[in-house]
């Protein structure tokens, strides 16, 4: 073991970076580094919890720290499920868990049951503030019924400034695998109180893997959750939604006509999602491409960008199923989708008994050869009960099939019909050739835009080229320097758009120009 003086120096290190690359809780925070305690797979929960003599479990420390202290776990595995009963304060400090620094240490639920009829994590933190967990391995809890419901790590009820940092979760399972019962979860947020919500949230830096979750998702916000950001989580190998943030899903009740019970004001950013589908899963049938890579439903002022999304169901979803219900205010840009097996972004509701989406605003996205399994879903696909659309400023390149826009319910389907709003100043090719192009526009399929725009009166200054992708077997989605990208966008406020592209170069040109697709040349 390291000597003391060493490990405090480490402690102090440890505090700084935490408030160097997230300054809002140092601020709000009012952060301190408190006392150091430290769990071992040889110590004792009748030890002092010193480096020296530190405790046996997780849960020993927790029931023993106060705000302002630091929990550090040693390398190993303990096999134990964690309820954290004591929050944080402003005035002294978050009460941080941490793996100790070079070491990894490993929550495990395996073998460990879940109560009838209850969601359970490996990591509960119900009605809490001012709580880090980082750095934590966090798996193998599995259930087979349709009760119990297994979480990695779960928050609940309401609380402010908690903090998930470079956590693993991974194989939580629920075997059933049913709708609407027999579900897991990876990480869930499930804000269930009102007015009081949970905020100010940080889930930062986790890789979230090889989950079974059934109807449920890999990484979700449910109700009253806002003031939030999911920010460079990598999440794979799943067979249901990567991230998602949801609303109406009666989890917090609605006062005095305030919608409390949506998820809202928050970003999901510079996330990687793959590998998502349902094919291999029991409560879906097999064909049945429905699983989202990033799904916005029924949440509102949300910024999803400079997200990497691919060879999952479905891109990135802006939805509501809840009739009469509608997700509104989302803005999706400078995103890469490519390869899924259904559509790249779909926006509104997949029925006319569904919700829908008012005022999305889509820019600046590179979507590359989705509808990989032949849905019929295309590269953007507009449902039901959509309005106030901005689509803007998007590279569209379509596999072999060539569907590029997909307005699939006919008017017939529509009664009282209206634009889904603006569309125009993308970049349209298919593979091959522009031959495959197609436009599905109210139900009717056009095989050259001039049709296209006559019939949908928009994408009248759209360009269909070949953008010139730097690799379309790769792929590379960055455009050559003669691409007819270059330059051709719509000038939107940085508020649309965004002040950089994918890679975090500015967004604007150096003339003030602005390029189609997710990346701005220099």
């Known amino acids: 073991m390291k000597n003391v003086s060493v490990s405090v120096a480490l402690q102090v290190l440890s505090v700084a970076l935490a408030a160097a690359l997230y300054p809002q809780l140092s601020l709000a925070a009012g952060m301190s580094t408190g006392h150091v305690y430290y769990v071992a797979t040889n110590g004792l929960d009748t030890n002092a919890g010193t480096l020296d003599a530190p405790w046996r479990t997780v ?30 304060s402003a005035a002294a400090g978050p009460i941080t868990f941490s793996s100790y620094p070079g070491e990894t240490a490993a929550l495990s639920g ?75 979860f990876g990480i869930e947020v499930y804000g269930s109180r009102a007015p009081a919500s949970i905020n100010n949230l940080v889930i930062s830096g986790n890789e979230v893997d090889h989950l079974r979750t059934g109807c449920s998702e890999s990484l979700s916000l449910t109700g009253n959750v806002e003031q939030w950001t999911i920010s460079n989580n990598l999440v794979h190998d799943n067979d249901n939604i990567g991230i998602a943030a949801l609303g109406f899903e009666n989890a917090a009740p609605n006062i005095g006509g305030v919608i409390y019970d949506q998820a809202r004001d928050g970003v999901i950013s510079g996330n990687t999602v793959y590998n998502i589908s349902s094919q291999t899963n029991g409560a879906y049938s097999p064909g049945d491409f429905s699983s989202d890579g990033i799904y916005v439903e029924g949440g509102t002022r ?68 989705n509808d990989s399994q032949g849905t019929g879903s295309g590269e953007f696909q507009i449902q039901f009960h959509v309005s106030g659309t901005v689509f803007e400023n998007n590279v569209i390149y379509a596999n072999s099939n060539g569907l590029l826009v997909n307005f699939w319910p006919s008017k017939t389907q529509n009664p009282g019909y209206s634009t889904p709003g603006t569309i125009d100043h993308n970049l349209y090719n298919a593979a091959g050739s522009l031959d ?7 139900g009717s399929s056009y095989t050259d835009v001039g049709s296209y725009r006559k019939a949908s009166s928009v994408d009248a200054l759209t360009l269909t080229a070949d953008p010139q992708l730097l690799s379309t077997t790769t792929p590379d989605l960055h455009v050559g320097a003669a691409s007819p990208a270059r330059g051709a966008g719509l000038v939107l406020p940085s508020t649309v758009v965004g002040s950089v592209d994918y890679d975090g170069n500015p967004r604007l040109s150096g003339a003030g120009l602005i390029d189609i697709g997710a990346y701005q040349q220099p």
Request: glycine share 10%.
């Open 436 to 442: 495959n192009a197609n436009w599905v526009w109210l």
């Open 302 to 369: 949300v910024t999803v960008e400079r997200n990497r999304v691919h060879h999952v169901d479905i891109g990135i979803e802006l939805a509501c199923e809840t009739a009469n219900k509608l997700t509104s205010a989302v803005i999706a840009r400078n995103n890469l989708v490519y390869l899924s097996n259904s559509a790249g972004i779909s926006i509104g509701g997949a029925s006319n008994k569904n919700g829908g989406t008012a005022n999305a605003t889509i820019v600046n996205n590179t979507l590359f050869q």
């Open 110 to 184: 395996k073998g460990l049951s879940i109560p009838a009829s209850a969601m359970r994590g490996v990591w509960n933190l119900a009605d809490r503030s001012y709580v880090t967990i980082q750095g934590f391995d966090v798996g193998y809890y599995s259930a087979s019924s349709t009760t119990s419901t297994p979480i990695g790590i779960y928050i609940s009820g309401a609380g402010s400034y908690i903090s998930l940092l470079n956590n693993h979760v991974h194989d939580i399972v629920n075997t059933v695998e049913s709708c609407p019962n027999g579900n897991a």
């Open 59 to 88: 849960q020993r420390a927790a029931n023993s720290v106060m705000p302002g202290d630091t929990v550090y776990v040693r390398g190993g595995v303990y096999n134990e499920t964690v309820d954290v009963p004591t929050s944080g």
